[in-house]
Nanobody
């Protein structure tokens, strides 16, 4: 089992920034592609960003490209999501996810492991 614990969410004004963290334990972190997804109230869960196990490849949803940055520190078994220029429409619960196969995260939103989520609220 790979355990995932998100942190860093909160309330921020539009235009502000947050950094989300997802700490993992239990398996070899670098063997897993990691992703961030989000779910707004009454909506389906959406892909935000993914990163390969080595950190060499990243992918973003068009809605966050240029504003959000995904990164990972394999020595710390942690993946991050830097959220800049936040908008009210970014308000959602943000989930961290892990899977050995990057394309499952990126293309299908499928993951072997999910975190419990962290709330991000952006006020206008």
């Amino acid at each position: 089992q790979l355990q995932l614990v998100e942190s860093g969410g909160g309330l921020v004004q539009a235009g502000g920034s947050l950094r989300l963290s997802c700490a993992t334990s239990g398996r070899t972190f670098s063997n897993y592609a990691m992703g961030w997804f989000r779910q707004a109230p009454g909506k389906e869960r959406d892909f935000v960003a993914t990163i390969s196990g080595s950190g060499g490849s990243t992918y973003y949803a068009d809605s966050v490209k240029g504003r959000f940055t995904i990164s990972r520190d394999n020595a710390k078994n942690t993946v991050y999501l830097q959220l800049n220029s936040l908008k009210p429409e970014d308000t959602a619960v943000y989930y961290c996810a892990a899977d050995p196969v990057l394309i499952r995260l990126r293309m299908f939103g499928q993951a072997s492991y999910w975190g419990q989520g962290t709330q991000v609220t952006v006020s206008s």
